[in-house]
Structure formats: C-alpha cells, structure tokens
Nanobody
C-alpha cells in the first residue's frame, strides 16, 4: 500500500507555470507507476499524465501534451507535474495516483488532491 500527498497548488495567471509534487510513503515507490488526473468544477475526473516505474515511459492527454511534464525521483519517493503555459481551462483539483500496473485509468491509490486555479 502507498499513501500519496499532493502539494504545490495555488492561484496562477494564464501563461504562468506551477510544479506539483506528490510525495509517497513507503519503501516500494519504485514499484508503482504514477499518474496525474484532474477534476474541474462540474466535470468528471480526467486523465492528465502517466509515467512508468523509472519514468522511462510517459504518456499525456492531448489537452496538456507539450505543456505539462511528468517526472519522478525514486530516491525522494516523489512524482512531479510541471505545468507550463497554463490556461484557464487547466483550473481543477489535481490528483496523483499510483498503481503497480502502468497505463491503468483506474489506479488503486489516490491522494487527496491540490487545487490549481488559473486566472485570466
């Protein structure tokens, strides 16, 4: 089992950047593929990005491709989401999620989320 805690959210102007860390508990972090999802007000939760156990493989939603980067530091038990060129439509609660399998849209473990608000 792994516990996840996101941070780094906040208010940012359109065109700006934020980096979201997600810290994981436990000694088996490198056994988990890591993911980011988001949920905007009134919308369903949607996939944002995923990386495999050492970060060698990544995949992004079309809406963030080229603007967001997922990375991980297994020595620090942390996965990051670097968000650049933010748009108002990126406003959402961002969740990190973990699963031993790569590429799942329903990971087993979830954090509590961190709010990102992009203003015009």
């Amino acid at each position: 089992q792994v516990q996840l805690v996101e941070s780094g959210g906040g208010l940012v102007q359109a065109g700006g950047s934020l980096r979201l860390p997600c810290a994981a508990s436990g000694r088996t972090f490198s056994s988990y593929a890591m993911n980011w999802f988001r949920q905007a007000p009134g919308k369903e939760r949607e996939f944002v990005a995923t990386c495999d156990w050492d970060g060698g493989r990544t995949y992004y939603a079309d809406s963030v491709q080229g603007r967001f980067t997922i990375s991980r530091d297994n020595a620090k038990n942390t996965v990051y989401l670097q968000m650049n060129s933010l748009k108002r439509e990126d406003t959402a609660v961002y969740y990190c999620a973990a699963d031993r399998s790569y590429g799942l849209m329903t990971p087993a473990y979830w954090g509590q989320g961190t709010q990102v608000t992009v203003s015009s």
